[in-house]
């Protein structure tokens, strides 16, 4: 075995069935379903956006998922070690996911911040003056000292989680706070559908146009399910190296892409339909949960609205950091099982370069700090993961489970020796071996020629560099 680690301590399970479902259900759902899937939708033209989205994740996201925990459970190791104990040349992959994990991690707790902030705003009377809510998103993230602040507090919350190790923080944080979160998105959905014109909203995202559809828009679809699944970074790899022997994969697998969809969908309903009652602009970007919800409460008015409303930070807030721990598990538990790092110091080591990176990517949002191809820091590196890292990622894991590894052993692994029946696993074999790879491959190239025209395309190709340079130098990883 790789790690020094896993020698001498056996590897800690998740306490119960349960817990791990409910784990990995934490690390996809998060901002990726509230923040990032309405906005991203209602820039990408609504219903044909979804309806793309939706065939990613029952054909692409699904295969992906059960192949990283495939690969997470059978080897036992964390995302770099179980490309590395199989074949060293294939240790890249995981050292890209490695990598994937530090740049979301550095967007990802400004955006948390912004959340943990509007619980304080919204205490403190934001919801008294609905004319101000939709100015005051914009004047916040851009001050350039309130959201580090708050960015920091949840960079924080997230150390103090990660430190305690696996069944004991993240396990609890997800049991509790997710069937919250769900239950506060279904009465906002209700809220909003009684709106007079919010029919609007749901023709709007359920109604599908596919000539709005280019190529852009395809690789949007791919990337938000990639991101919104938590995949092709080796996070799933990860948390399938804690699951037992005697799990069913292919359930797990289906209940969470299941729960994470619902999550989405969810999150689209309750957005969509009260945006257009309130006459607001589907394209309103990163500020569109921030400006939406806030107003559709203070219409409320009363106790009432301003306790949904907190609720509902609160419980976004949770729902990010139970995705964002996971993410820097991904670099923790490389830092720990392959360099032999104590757990304390890999936390602490990887959350002062993620905080780094985040206040540069913060910054970036008031027009402050440096740019790359006029692109700023915090679009860069969502950018980067969302549109290219985690779609590579992706294609990588599949390339390596269909062509590196053994047929048999996957199917010994997914079927726990035969005792789990799964009927469809020469679909997803060939899926995962075949049609995936090439499908990513497709919509990935098309997707960066059309990243030019947004102006996008110089750091997607740079994204394509970065990986090319790792798997050269993947020998020295
Ligand atoms: N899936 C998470 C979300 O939707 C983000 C994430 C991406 C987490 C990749 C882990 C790995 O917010």
């Known amino acids: 075995m790789a790690t020094s680690n896993a020698n001498t301590k056996p590897r800690d399970t998740w306490g119960s069935k349960l817990g791990f479902v409910m784990a990995a259900a934490g690390s996809a759902v998060g901002l990726g379903n509230i923040w990032k899937f309405p906005y991203t939708a209602g820039e990408s ?19 992906v998922m059960l192949t990283e925990f495939a690969v997470g459970r059978k080897t036992g190791l964390s995302a770099v070690g179980a490309f590395k104990s199989t074949d060293r040349r294939w240790t890249f992959v995981g050292v890209i996911g ?33 004319e101000a809510i939709g100015g005051s998103f914009g004047a916040f993230i851009s001050d350039p000292v309130q959201p580090l602040l708050w960015m920091a507090l949840y960079l924080v919350l997230n150390i103090v989680i990660v430190i305690k190790g696996i069944s004991g923080g993240i396990e609890k944080a997800g049991k509790i706070l997710m069937p919250l979160l769900f239950i506060i998105l279904i009465i906002v959905s209700i809220r909003g559908l009684m709106l007079p014109g919010s029919i609007e909203g749901l023709k709007f995202l359920f109604n599908p146009d596919f000539s709005k559809v280019d190529s852009s828009v395809i690789l949007a679809a791919l990337g938000q399910a990639f991101f919104s699944l938590s995949l092709g970074m080796g996070c799933m790899i990860t948390y399938g190296s804690y699951l ?5 994969l292919v359930q797990t697998t289906a209940m969470v892409t299941a729960m994470d969809t619902s999550v989405a969908i969810l999150a689209g309903v309750a957005m969509f339909p009260a945006m257009f009652a309130f006459g607001m602009e ?43 721990v996971s993410l820097l598990e991904v670099v923790v538990s490389y830092l720990i099982d392959e360099k032999g790092m104590k757990r304390t110091t890999a936390v602490l080591l990887s959350a002062v370069v993620m905080a780094l990176l985040c206040i540069i990517a913060s910054l970036s949002l008031g027009g402050v700090g440096p740019t790359l191809f006029d692109v700023g820091a915090f679009d860069i590196f969502d950018l980067l993961t969302d549109k290219i890292f985690l779609a590579v990622g992706g294609m990588l894991v599949c390339i390596f489970a269909g062509w590196r590894l053994n047929r048999e052993d996957l199917k010994k692994e997914i079927t726990n020796d035969g005792d789990v029946s799964f009927p469809l696993f020469n679909l997803w074999y060939n899926l995962v071996k075949y049609v995936i790879p090439f ?9 960066v020629k059309g990243g030019f025209d947004a102006g996008k395309g110089e750091i997607m190709v740079l994204g394509l560099v970065m990986i090319a340079v790792t798997a050269l130098f993947s020998k020295k990883l």
């Not at 033209?45 to 295969?63: K, P, Q």
Request: charged share 5%; glycine share 16%.
């Open 45 to 63: 033209g609504g219903g044909a956006f979804v309806a793309i989205y939706l065939i990613f994740v029952i054909f692409i996201g699904f295969s």
């Open 98 to 130: 490695v990598i994937s994990g530090l740049l979301i991690m550095g967007f990802y707790p400004v955006v948390g911040g912004w959340s943990l902030a509007y619980i304080q705003k919204i205490a403190t009377g934001l919801l008294d003056t609905p």
């Open 244 to 248: 037992k022997k005697k799990e069913n």
């Open 282 to 324: 589907p394209t309103a970007g990163p500020g569109l949960v921030f400006g939406v919800v806030p107003q559709l409460f203070a219409e409320m008015g009363g106790m009432v609205g301003l306790l949904l409303a907190l609720l509902f930070f609160v419980g976004l807030s949770v729902a990010a950091l139970t995705s964002s």
């Open 439 to 447: 499908a990513i491959a497709i919509v990935a190239i098309a997707g």
